[in-house]
């Protein structure tokens, strides 16, 4: 860092200045005593840190104003910076910070998004705190013994800040902050591990299964193959045997067929056999014939006798006519005598039916006087005879009774021993006895014979049979020739057909013949099959008994198969958990690594390590610079030593920076010791070899050196010395920046900023 200008306003006693450094490189800050020299070293510091001589920020703003800046442009690596640090007591005040980069003659923000945030970008950029400024390069006023005053340890931890070692730190508690995070991921990982590893352990039993399962597969699928193999031949050979059995049905239907056919033919012959006696049955119309014929040749015969007959035949007609007409007229007679005959046996009976009537009556009467006389009976010898007593009334009623029946019975037994009753009916009988006689009168007239008139009709009947052949006489010969023809023909016929018959039966004895040897050739077809198909039953017997060996064959095998890829459905798992397992034991190993990587850096980039080591190197160094220095500006008297390193009571080793200052009369004496003058000889020779350290340390980054009056305690001669040596100084740093209120050291500088006091707050003018 080397300054280049400065900007300030209202900051302390300074209203409004502008700055210009480039220019100076060694040079002296002079005026009078609270001019506004050490307020210049503020605008350094102040805007970097925030910091500077003042307690509070706002005594950085010049007194009755409210809004201070300060703006602080400077080199730093090869780069120009500027930072601008404002800050109004406005209400309850307000603080702002700016940091910019100069990129092609532009300045850029390279501000934070908080103030904070920015402050600790130009920490990284310088690589020191305020404190590691004050302790070394700049040595503000009042402060020269910064370092010698500090306590061992203290002292320790501002050399490390020179030396930049809290990048160590930085590093140390980065590694460290790795490491943690490795070793949670270790943890993870380590666990992962161990699952794996339990998991994985199933490995080798699983494969020992694997090979188990696959054997057992191999001797099933052999199994199988054997058995499909004779499964096959045998359904092949069950496939002809059906086809046999088929053929069989097949001949069995041909033989029905065939054996249909025969009864057929047979049937026929039968048929055959009744058309012969059809034809024979011709012969019986032979008889009818041949009595045609001899018929014919009697009729001849008897030609006269037929003539004649048939002459009588025509008279005897006439007399059989007149023989019924006579028949007619007695029979009308007879039938009116049988009337007449019914009616007198009516009569009769009438008349009977009067002599009845009669003999009723009387026997009436005579059951009513017996009645009546018994009625009577109790009046005999009987005094009282009074008629008012009932039953003695009815006594003498029947008694009163019996003479008029008595006289009653007379008159009817007179009637019928005279036969003095029914007369018209006898007048009637009497008249139609004499309608009979004259009827028998008439008949004995008529002389009609019955006998006679019967014997005409039955030689008529006789002639009759000679009459009727009259007719046929007269066509006889003619009648006899065409019996005889047709005698003929029926034999000829009767012959014809039986020859036919005859033929058609040989012709189907000849065709049964045939279809029976071919029957015959089936049978034998058929029994060379049916002895093939006896093993029908056997083979499927097999076939099922096969099926089923190969059925359950085949589910042993999907049950072994299934656990195989079950199995190796394992095994690839554990083989990925395995290639995973490889995995995590590398990424352990590597953690593991990472581990001790991280705890080595961590360990070397701590304060026992690396910074110890720094620490260690830069100590000879210092020592060597700082005596150089004391020697020049004590002429040889004092000397100093540093040590890090003491033992403890407790045998261990303190870290410490204990400083030792010898005077070459007097030997080693502590510091508290030496005059003020003294002190601060050794207190700038220190100082200085800090500040060159930090010029040399790596990225150099501080490259100014501030002393404000820390001349003005030494006697002339010594500052003068003093001067010298800060004069010689102007190679190891690229601006080096002397306050001092005392105008004797003006000579000592060829460049200068002159501050003064105006009405306008503080100004300085640089000489160059
Ligand atoms: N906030 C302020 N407002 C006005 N003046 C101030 C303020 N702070 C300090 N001062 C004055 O500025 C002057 C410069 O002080 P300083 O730079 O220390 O002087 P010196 O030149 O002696 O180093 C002093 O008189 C001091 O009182
Ligand atoms: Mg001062």
Redesign the pocket.
Known sequence: MRPLSMDLSNF??YLSESIELTALKVALIN?R???????LIDAITFPLFGRGSADKID?????GKTDMSAALSFELGGNTYRVIRNRTTNGRGKSSLELQQLINGEWESKSGATAPETEERIRKLLRMDYEGFIASAFVVQGEADKFSKQKPAERKATLANILGLDAYSEYESQAKEKAKGTEVDLKVVRNQVQELETRTANKPTLEAQLVTVEAEIVSIEDQLKEKETALNQLIEKRANLQAAEIRIMDINTQIAGIQKEINDLNNQIPLLERKTSDANKLKDQIPSLEKRISDTEKLTANKDKIISSANEAKVVRGQISEQDETAAANSELELERSKIQTEVTKIDGLIYQGKSKLEANIQNFKIQIKNAKQQAKPLEGLECQNPTCQLIKGAVEARDKIPGLNKQLEEETIKLDTGNYADELKQQKEALKSKLMEIDIQIEILEYDQKSHQDLKIKLVDLERYERLAPALENAEESKRLAQDQIDQIHTTIKEKQDDITEQINQINILIKAKQDAITGFELDKMSLEDDAKESVEVSLNITTLESQIRILREKLGNQQAARGAIRKSIDELTELDVKLIDSRTKLDSLAADLTDWNDIARACGKNGIQAVIIENSIPEIEREANNLLARMSSGRFSLELLTQKPSKTAKVTETLDIKISDSGLGVRPYETYSGAEKMMIDLAIRISLSKLLTRRAGATIRTLVLDETSSALDAQNRSQFLQIVNTLREDFDLILVIS?QEDVQDAFDQRIE?YRTDEG?KARVIA
């Open positions: 302390r006693s005026g005593n609270g001019n506004g020299k050490s307020t005594d950085y703003v010049t007194l209120h501050v503080s």
